[in-house]
């Protein structure tokens, strides 16, 4: 979570708003399925669940965190995408 972060702090949210479907590497494990979309969070869970992952996890060092708020997460919301579109987001971060 970390590097996704790091790249882009819109990301992550959107991972959970729109879903994600394509191959991705996470330190060197190759996976290849799909992530379904959490609409039934909620802004206010999507933001919940972002703020506990970026403070567990060796994820509690990642300088500049800003506390993700329901209203940046709804704001993110109103766009349109398929879960492939987040994936095409994914590959144009400049990931390690």
Known sequence: ???LYRADPDYLPLVLLHGLQGPIQVQGQAYNGQM?????LGN??????????????GNETVEGF???????VEALGT????PEAVHQLRERLELP
């Open 36 to 40: 379904p979309a959490w609409p039934q």
């Open 79 to 82: 766009q349109a995408l398929s």
């Open 44 to 57: 206010e869970g999507v933001a919940d669940v972002l703020n506990y992952v970026m403070s567990r996890w």
């Open 1 to 3: 979570a970390a590097e």
């Open 66 to 72: 800003e506390p993700y708020t329901p209203e940046a």
